[in-house]
């Protein structure tokens, strides 16, 4: 109070406005606003000076209501002060509002000076406001500054920052290219930098240094990120010897663009001398110094750094925290425990932050709480929802990630390359067919850039789908193939009963030099397994460790013993079991209990079974097959045995399930299932079927109908079969000419199998079945897998 009045004294003994401004002036500038609020009060004569500077002096202070106000309240403006106002309101970003009193202004009759209209193209220079600055631009051309230098280096800045690079370039040539103006030079240098272009950035660099262009702290910082953007280490060292020389080698943003070029090229020794020769603790170094360390595989480093930052009390900001939270992917630092620091320092609403969380906590499979993340975030952006679907596309949450893409859509954000490519891979794990089609042409509408991701889960999800002619449609279209691409084929040809086709796209790859990888194997051994092609298979399964250096795992082994039990090489594949250099999971086990099971070799049978009773002891498949040998061998006792330990263990085989997809709905099918709608229409169409492919010369095979029947019982047993209704429902349902597409979560039976063949026959269609070991396609009595699944 007692200052106060020493203001007011002060205030009144100043006898003209003149003085009475200069005290105004003085208080505003050493940020005593208050004060000069004081003194503006008391001040019986107020001139536009005096307006101005408290204008100005609440802006300088952050206090934009008030400038707003003080705006108002003055009773007569001029352009200065519009001036004035609009520069403030620039100076803080508030583009909205810049252009609003800009459009006020001229409706006012007044003209914006070059000062003015510089200030509103920076704003567009800093926010990307590029349609904005053209309309700037118009403005400047109708109203006489096309010739102004200030205004026309402004609006260099803005075209090169907003990646209009050629219209800057046409600016910076109608220009005289004066050394003085070195804002100008920045400009485009910056420019070629911020859009990519580094080799041009260089170039451009050089013709700066030979035509003398002041270079200083604005210029460095411009060319090491054209450096770090095409890696070149070498000239960034060169630029380095430049800036010393210069005397601008303790300039803390210079030093931060040198910290962050060696990090980006991967000079982590050179970036940590320059981040230890700093004076300041600039957290922006330390950042760059941290994502360097993270992309190059360092992240135990990143986070020495990290807990050095929060040991000097720095100030971690919304860009420390996802790169170290990248670091807990990989297990370096404990998740929940960044996660509290994110809280108690306050950025937990930061959308960076929050971004980094939701894909930290989705890429360890935590979904929950990725879930928890992203349900508390306010605004989610198209990364965000992307890190969520994603996250449950990779994580198996198939589902989840079609359900979640769909919301993503409701809601109005438009999906990018990654989150298609992810649905598109759940679409393929749950072979929903059309779902994935819809999406194929909706990215094609959005107008997006395709990816070599994309094109690559296009490939597979047609591939998986059982659509090999749209697998190739899309195979043949690439510019750009990967070992993906090719796998994807391989696979999918392997997995739809072409074998053989599926050798010969390896050797189309091989012929391209693109090297197969270890999933390429898994494919290719898997082609060999389901096409009898034993020696085949030899060879590659050789070729692996041999000539690619490529470790076999369990899933090549499962497919060489799956190969040499369906070729009834027992011993063989025995031998290579006890060859192994892996232990043996449950794959492999499977793989031997399946090839005992169709040769009957009961003892080895038994040792592949408790193998898996002990590493899946709640999987119902061990005990199915080897009770289902058991009664195939009359061994009725041992049977019940199985059984009656299966019950005891409260074990329960996967009931088998039969769906079809017709107009986007999904219609599943259990065995002897009523509950569909239409079953009345069901069971007409089966007895009808059943009757003709009968005439045809179908037998019902009573290996595969409960034991404790008698023999009508078992035929109606089978006949009900899932399978067998989701083929009735798609002849009555589907449109004439379009193949049947059945899916199965169990292998099919083979009762089901021959019946299917007789009705592609008969009926004249085309079926296609996948289970979970490849597709069948039924077409004129014959199927695809030829009889070897």
Not at 254 to 279: F, H, I, P, R, W
Not at 412 to 421: H, L, S
């Amino acid at each position: 109070m007692q200052f106060a009045r020493s203001v007011q004294s002060i205030a009144n003994s100043c006898q003209t406005l003149f003085h009475s401004n200069q005290f105004l002036k003085e208080l505003s500038n050493s940020g005593q606003i208050e004060e000069a609020r004081i003194v503006f009060d008391s001040m019986p004569k107020r001139d536009e000076y005096t307006w101005n500077t408290m204008i100005a002096a609440y802006f300088d202070s952050g206090r934009l209501v008030e400038a707003r106000k003080a705006f108002d309240d003055m009773p007569c403006k001029s352009s200065i002060t519009w001036s004035c106002l609009i520069s403030g309101y620039c100076r803080h970003g508030y583009g909205y509002e810049v252009f609003n009193l800009f459009q006020q202004m001229r409706l006012e009759g007044q003209n914006p000076s070059q000062y003015t209209l510089a200030s509103i193209l920076r704003v567009c220079s800093m926010l990307g406001l590029i349609q904005s600055g053209e309309l700037i631009h118009g403005y400047v051309l109708k109203s006489g500054f096309e010739s102004n230098v200030y205004v026309l280096t402004s609006l260099v800045d803005v075209y090169a920052k907003c990646k209009r690079i050629s219209e800057a370039e046409y600016l910076f040539k109608f220009l005289p290219n004066s050394r003085e103006n070195h804002i100008l030079w920045t400009s485009m240098l910056s420019g070629y930098a911020h859009n990519g272009d580094g080799h041009k950035a260089i170039e451009f660099f050089h013709d700066m240094h030979r035509e003398g262009v002041e270079l200083n702290h604005f210029t460095f910082p411009s060319i090491l990120t054209a450096c770090s953007v095409v890696s070149s280490q070498c000239f960034g060292e060169q630029v380095h010897g430049c800036i010393v020389r210069s005397g601008f080698g303790t300039n803390v943003y210079v030093q931060s663009a040198l910290v962050n070029m060696y990090a980006k090229c991967g000079d982590l020794n050179s970036a940590k001398d320059v981040l230890e020769t700093m004076e300041v603790d600039d957290v922006v170094s330390w950042n760059s110094m941290i994502v360097g360390c993270v992309r190059h595989g360092f992240e135990d480093e990143a986070v020495v750094l990290f807990k050095k930052m929060h040991a000097r009390n720095m100030k971690i900001d919304d860009y420390t925290f996802p790169s170290v939270l990248n670091c807990c992917i990989r297990g370096s630092i404990n998740a929940k425990s960044v996660h509290c620091l994110v809280i108690k320092s306050g950025f937990e609403n930061y959308q960076l932050v929050s971004n980094a969380l939701v894909d930290m906590y989705a890429k360890i499979g935590d979904l929950n709480c990725a879930y928890a993340v992203f349900s508390h975030m306010q605004g989610k952006d198209v990364v965000t929802w992307t890190s969520l679907v994603t996250g449950y596309a990779h994580n198996g949450s198939h589902e989840e990630s079609l359900k979640m893409f769909c919301d993503m859509r409701i809601v109005g954000i438009k999906p990018d390359q990654f989150v298609v490519a992810s649905v598109l891979s759940a679409c393929a794990e749950l072979t929903v067919l059309e779902f994935g089609k819809q999406l194929h042409s909706d990215f094609i509408k959005s107008g997006l850039r395709s990816s070599l991701s994309v094109e690559n889960s296009l490939v597979t999800m047609y591939a998986k789908c059982g659509c090999l002619d749209d697998a190739n449609c899309i195979f043949d279209s690439m510019q750009t193939r990967d070992v993906v691409t090719w796998t994807a084929l391989i696979v999918g040809y392997a997995q739809n009963g072409k074998g053989r086709d599926s050798l010969m796209f390896y050797n189309a790859m091989i012929s391209s030099e693109i090297k197969p990888d270890f999933i390429t194997f898994i494919g290719l051994l898997f082609a060999c397994s389901h096409a009898g092609l034993v020696n085949y298979g030899r060879i590659y399964f050789q070729q692996m460790h041999k000539v690619y250096g490529i470790k076999p795992g369990p899933s090549h082994y499962a497919c060489m013993i799956d190969l040499y039990g369906r070729s009834g090489m027992l011993n063989e594949a025995k031998e290579l079991l006890n060859q192994m250099d892996v232990k043996p999971d449950a794959t492999v086990w499977k793989a031997l209990l399946a090839a005992c099971r169709v040769h009957g070799d009961i003892e080895l049978g038994w040792m592949a079974a408790q193998n898996l009773f002990e590493l899946e002891p709640m999987n119902a498949m061990p005990y199915v097959l080897l009770s289902n040998m058991y009664s195939a061998a009359q061994k009725w006792d041992d049977a019940a045995k199985i059984r009656k330990l299966m019950k005891s263990k409260g074990i329960v085989k996967e009931p088998g399930c039969s769906w079809i997809e017709l107009n986007s709905r999904i219609h599943i099918f259990l065995s002897e299932d009523r509950g569909h709608p239409r079953t009345v229409e069901i069971y007409a169409k089966i007895d009808e079927i059943i009757t003709r492919i009968k005439e045809a010369g179908y037998v019902p095979d009573m290996n595969f109908a409960l034991h404790d029947m008698d023999r009508e019982g078992k035929e109606i047993g089978l006949a009900y079969h899932s399978e067998k209704l989701a083929v009735a429902f798609g002849l009555i349902a589907s449109p004439s000419g379009v193949p049947i597409r059945i899916f199965k979560n169990i292998r099919a039976c083979g009762d089901c199998h021959t019946a299917i063949k007789y009705i592609s026959r008969v009926f004249l269609c085309h079926i296609i079945l996948r289970d979970p070991n490849c597709f069948h396609h039924f077409k004129e009595g014959e199927c695809s897998c030829g009889d070897y699944w």
